[in-house]
């Protein structure tokens, strides 16, 4: 199964969802998206496959969107992806793609869904919440 992530490694979730799939024994590919960027037609295929908006795919905290004037309603989409080519942290991460779909994987337990095997426990979110338990269980 090929598994690919659009990661920031300065990001708690996307750290753990990246240490998540690896321990299930996927090797995936992982993007480094504020180093490669964007393109317009990447972003609109993975906002379709992953069932988001531009809007409900905005980082809106710890990013330039509110100085951008980007959480105003009234910005259009065509305004928000224009903004995430030129800023590529505005766009919240990580985004995981697997043969079992793409998604926006906050919180970080939604990458379970998309892989074929659970990791072995123990396993914590990144906030130090059990996810996995000893005996290889799901918890929540």
């Given at each position: 199964?090929?598994v690919v992530?659009?990661?920031n490694p300065?990001?708690?979730t996307s750290r753990n969802?990246?240490?998540i799939?690896?321990?299930a024994?996927e090797v995936p590919?992982?993007?480094?998206y504020?180093?490669t960027?964007w393109?317009?037609p990447?972003?609109l295929?993975?906002f379709?496959a992953?069932g ?6 905005l980082r809106?905290t710890?990013?330039p969107a509110?100085?951008?004037g980007l ?10 992806l224009?903004?995430m080519?030129?800023h590529p ?8 793609c697997?043969?079992k ?12 869904d998309?892989?074929d ?8 979110k ?5 996810l996995i338990?000893a005996?290889?269980n799901?918890?929540?």
């Amino acid at each position: 199964m090929t598994v690919v992530i659009h990661h920031n490694p300065d990001c708690g979730t996307s750290r753990n969802v990246l240490a998540i799939i690896e321990a299930a024994g996927e090797v995936p590919v992982v993007i480094p998206y504020l180093d490669t960027g964007w393109t317009r037609p990447q972003l609109l295929a993975l906002f379709a496959a992953a069932g988001l908006t531009p809007r409900t795919a905005l980082r809106t905290t710890k990013s330039p969107a509110a100085d951008l004037g980007l959480l105003d309603p009234s910005v259009d989409d065509d305004v928000l992806l224009d903004a995430m080519l030129t800023h590529p942290i505005l766009v919240n991460r990580p985004i995981v793609c697997s043969p079992k779909g793409v998604r926006l994987c906050r919180p970080s337990e939604t990458v379970l869904d998309l892989l074929d095997r659970l990791p072995p426990g123990p396993m914590m979110k990144e906030d130090g919440t059990l996810l996995i338990d000893a005996e290889g269980n799901r918890v929540g």
